[in-house]
């Protein structure tokens, strides 16, 4: 997603206190970064940060990791975040944002992190084949998340793109990844705790039917 430089972001998240700006350091000891050591999962790609948001206020018994390589887009997500809790008089105390280039996202995270559950919305199709490799549900991709995603944890994946979601089915299979749920019209499904996501909301709009899958790490 393209966003405009905003001036205010840089100076908003260096004075958040859920923001981590150097997220490297922090590798294998993102539990302790949190107020309270419980379940930890992980989002990659959090845009605008209004599924970040939700989920975390949703569960307050788990912690949240949200992921983005844009520094702009996470002084958006702050607000958002932000405005979401103390609309509910809460403080985001379960909820960590940090900037961070995915492709590289063992340099970050380790199998001390014990990652529950990774969310993937919405990611870049790049439809063009010579661009495949740089899905986020790639097979290459899908083998560095097991170094840090626990045994029997999940991924759950959501995208508005069929050919995307069909070659993810392919890549999980490929790479060891159990395939528990599937369907392509996740609103008329029996899934009872989804949370919108922007994209979500927009392309439903449009009549836009959304895929969703959950795979498990056998």
């Given at each position: 997603?393209?966003?405009?430089?905003?001036?205010?972001?840089?100076?908003?998240?260096?004075?958040?206190?859920?923001?981590?700006?150097?997220?490297?350091?922090?590798?294998?000891?993102?539990?302790?970064?949190?107020?309270?050591?419980?379940?930890?999962?992980?989002?990659l790609?959090?845009g605008?940060?209004?599924f970040?948001?939700?989920?975390a206020?949703?569960?307050?018994?788990?912690?949240?990791?949200?992921?983005?390589i844009?520094?702009d887009?996470?002084?958006?997500?702050?607000?958002?975040?932000?405005?979401?809790?103390?609309?509910n008089?809460?403080?985001?105390?379960?909820?960590?944002?940090?900037?961070?280039?995915?492709?590289?996202?063992?340099?970050?995270?380790?199998?001390?992190?014990?990652?529950?559950r990774?969310?993937?919305?919405?990611?870049?199709?790049?439809?063009?084949?010579?661009?495949?490799?740089?899905?986020?549900?790639?097979?290459?991709?899908?083998?560095?998340?097991?170094?840090?995603?626990?045994?029997?944890?999940?991924?759950?994946?959501?995208?508005?793109?069929?050919?995307?979601?069909?070659?993810?089915?392919?890549?999980?299979?490929?790479?060891g990844?159990?395939?528990?749920?599937?369907?392509?019209?996740?609103?008329?499904?029996?899934?009872k705790?989804?949370?919108?996501?922007e994209?979500?909301?927009?392309?439903?709009e449009?009549?836009?039917?959304?895929?969703?899958?959950?795979?498990?790490?056998?």
């Amino acid at each position: 997603m393209r966003i405009r430089r905003k001036p205010w972001a840089r100076p908003e998240l260096a004075v958040c206190p859920f923001f981590v700006d150097d997220a490297a350091a922090n590798k294998g000891k993102w539990n302790s970064v949190f107020n309270k050591r419980q379940p930890l999962c992980l989002e990659l790609g959090c845009g605008k940060g209004g599924f970040a948001a939700k989920i975390a206020l949703e569960n307050p018994e788990v912690n949240f990791l949200a992921v983005d390589i844009k520094k702009d887009m996470l002084g958006v997500a702050r607000r958002n975040i932000v405005s979401l809790f103390e609309e509910n008089n809460r403080q985001v105390d379960n909820l960590i944002i940090t900037a961070f280039n995915v492709e590289q996202i063992e340099d970050m995270l380790s199998e001390e992190d014990k990652i529950e559950r990774i969310y993937i919305n919405f990611c870049n199709p790049w439809p063009r084949g010579k661009h495949h490799k740089r899905r986020l549900t790639y097979p290459p991709k899908l083998e560095k998340y097991k170094k840090f995603l626990k045994k029997d944890g999940e991924i759950r994946f959501k995208t508005d793109d069929l050919p995307l979601f069909n070659d993810t089915l392919g890549y999980f299979e490929q790479t060891g990844y159990e395939v528990v749920y599937k369907t392509n019209d996740l609103h008329n499904s029996d899934v009872k705790d989804n949370i919108l996501t922007e994209h979500e909301i927009m392309f439903s709009e449009e009549g836009i039917k959304i895929n969703y899958c959950i795979a498990v790490h056998k």
